[in-house]
């Protein structure tokens, strides 16, 4: 069983995990939000000193709690691609002198490919091809796995990204940070038919479109005044979202009969989304894979699983010279 | 300059006529609260310099380079309290740089004497005062 120590820092997360075959011993994650909170904003020089301070305590919280240390390990993986500049540097500069340090072969993973190849933590025999989809502060990708390796992007947003829609909804709602988990909080509680906002690109089978939302919310709390529903809007704004989500979905799913379908990235964490995707894998009698929420946010555990699998591919070098890509895609 | 603008359509087409006069080493300020329409003139801007693809919120991953001519950068610090640290300043001689949320900038560069777009809402519609730029 491959043992890997897997490195992210590709954007506001310092993480560090270890895993074995497609076991998740240890994923230890240093959240910034607390520091974003205080300060309204993140200061990106304090955030990578932020990534600089917590990678060695975060590296030796997983291999502590995993129980494993260094020389045990067959190889050590990194995020090298892509993300902010210096996010990604921090970790890609421990891994790697770590690897040489320990003579271990250095394994550079696409987030993405991370984000997607999650669904390996999960006990199930995996079925391909399946269809994927990736709904993040930062990405809205519908992605078919014909097989692990092998990605077509099949459609995305046009603009924001669903996460980024729930985030600024909930400024506009006036609700807190994170305003993903604000907006499902609060839409328990409401009647999502209550406000008509708006499904953008309804006519695209996979494409999407969220920025409209912002100005459809920033009417409504206009026009509604103090006598607005809070709950009735986040609740109406949820559904927005996630009907165009599940749509494109369900679009897929016609188009390319696949024998799964799965769940991944930081808006999976969203209950009501998480129920549409189940539902639509019982409606079609094939498994959904939704990994558990710890492995959906950005975290290290994602990275090391698909590293494992690249090992068990045979696809890898010993070259430990590791570039960092801020603008690479996986799809091209 | 100030100019109402009615829906979307009319927004595009004045982010057109902006590009026209649009430059390399250009910084172009961006001001107006979320929903108000900055990522559109942006794409009015980028679709009159030809460029034909979606335009992507740049919130997350705070800079999003087009290979046009000239060159644009969308950079976008809803996220951040201060550009210092981003490495922006690469690209301020060889772009156009087009900057959402640009309070972060202050404390590179002097942004009284930059170029200036503000919007606001009125109504539906929403009225856009531009500053140092000239159609």
């Known amino acids: 069983m491959s043992l890997v120590l897997a490195i992210e820092s590709s954007c ?41 301070e917590a990678i060695l305590p975060v590296i030796q919280e997983a291999l502590s709690t995993a129980q494993v240390n260094l020389d045990q390990l067959d190889a050590i993986a990194v995020t090298n691609r892509p993300g902010l500049v210096g996010a990604l540097s921090v ?22 490919e991370g984000h997607l190849l999650a669904i390996l933590s999960l006990p199930d025999e995996l079925r391909f091809p399946c269809i994927s989809l990736l709904v993040s502060g930062g990405h809205s990708e519908l992605v078919l796995i014909r097989e692990i390796g092998s990605y077509e992007l099949l459609g995305q947003t046009r603009d924001d990204a669903a996460g980024e829609a729930y985030d600024k909804g909930a400024r506009l709602l006036g609700l807190g940070y994170p305003g993903g988990k604000q907006i ?27 920025s409209g939302l912002k ?75 939704i990994p558990h929420f710890a492995l959906c946010t950005d975290n290290a555990a994602m990275i090391g699983l698909a590293a494992v699998a690249r090992l068990h591919g045979g696809t890898t070098s010993a070259d430990r010279n590791l570039q960092v890509h801020p603008n690479s895609s996986l799809f091209s | 300059m100030e100019f109402f603008i009615q829906d979307e359509q009319a927004m595009l087409e004045l982010g057109n006529r902006i590009s026209k006069s649009l430059h390399r ?44 001519d000239p060159p644009v950068l969308h950079a976008d610090f809803y996220r951040i309290s201060d550009a210092q640290g981003t490495g922006i300043e690469d690209y301020f001689d060889s772009h156009v740089c087009l900057v959402e949320w640009p309070d972060a900038l202050r404390s590179l560069v002097d942004l009284t004497l930059s170029s200036k777009v503000e919007i606001t809402t009125e109504g539906t519609g929403r009225r856009v005062r531009l500053s140092n730029i000239l159609l």
């Open chain 1, 91 to 112: 970790g890609v500069t421990a891994a790697q002198a770590l690897a040489f340090a320990h003579n271990k072969p250095l394994i550079g993973v696409d987030h993405l």
């Open chain 1, 215 to 289: 100005t459809a919310v920033l009417r409504l709390v206009e026009a509604e005044g103090p006598k607005i529903s809070v709950p009735d809007a986040a609740a109406s704004l949820q559904a927005a979202i996630n009907d165009a989500l599940i749509k494109r979905l369900r679009n897929a799913v016609e188009d390319h009969d696949p024998a799964s379908i799965a769940l991944c990235g930081g808006v999976a964490a969203n209950p009501d989304l998480r129920a549409r995707v189940q539902k639509l894998a019982e409606q079609n009698g094939f498994p959904a894979y």
């Open chain 2, 25 to 68: 080493g250009d910084l172009v300020l961006l001001e107006g609260h979320l929903g108000a329409g900055k990522t559109t003139l942006v794409r009015g801007i980028l679709h009159g310099l030809g460029w034909k693809e979606p335009v992507r919120s740049p919130t997350y991953n705070l800079f999003a380079p087009y290979d046009t």
């Open chain 1, 184 to 210: 499902s909080e609060q839409a328990v509680a409401g009647n999502p038919r209550r406000y008509d906002l708006p499904r953008g690109l309804a006519k695209e089978r996979y494409d999407m479109s969220f």
């Open chain 1, 12 to 52: 506001d997360e310092t993480s560090a995990a270890v895993v074995s075959g497609r076991q998740v011993l240890s994923n230890i994650v240093a959240t910034q939000i607390e520091m974003h909170q205080k300060w309204g904003g993140v200061v990106p020089e304090a955030a990578a000193r932020a990534h600089v």
